[in-house]
Structures are given as structure tokens and as C-alpha cells.
């Protein structure tokens, strides 16, 4: 995995983090619901990535 991508996958669960706070906050259920998505889609690429990575030589 490189750089790139790892910065990518901790962009997606701190946007994920922050959405869900803000809709915690405010009362939303959208961006709470958001919120999670977005995290969940930072550990899918990530665990994803860790599945490739194990298969190179």
C-alpha cells in the first residue's frame, strides 16, 4: 500500500468521523448516516488494499 492510498483511506474515516459528530450534534440522521458510510468505505479500501498486498511476492 502506499502513501497515496493510505492518506486516502484516513481522509475518508476523518471525513466520516466529523460528518457523524455534525449530525450527532445537529440532530441529522443524513449526515450521521453519511458519516459512517464514509468510514466504512476508508476501512473497505484499506482492507482491500491489505488483501492485494498480501498476495505480492
Do not use: C, W
Not at 23 to 35: C, D, I, N, P, Q
Not at 42 to 50: E, L, P, S, V, W
Amino acid at each position: 500500500m502506499n502513501t497515496h492510498d493510505r492518506h486516502r483511506n484516513t481522509r475518508d474515516k476523518v471525513k466520516g468521523l466529523i460528518k457523524e459528530y455534525a449530525g450527532m450534534v445537529t440532530g441529522s440522521e443524513r449526515l450521521r448516516a453519511e458519516g459512517a458510510a464514509d468510514q466504512a468505505k476508508g476501512d473497505r479500501r484499506r482492507d482491500g488494499r491489505h488483501v492485494k498486498d498480501s498476495f505480492k511476492p
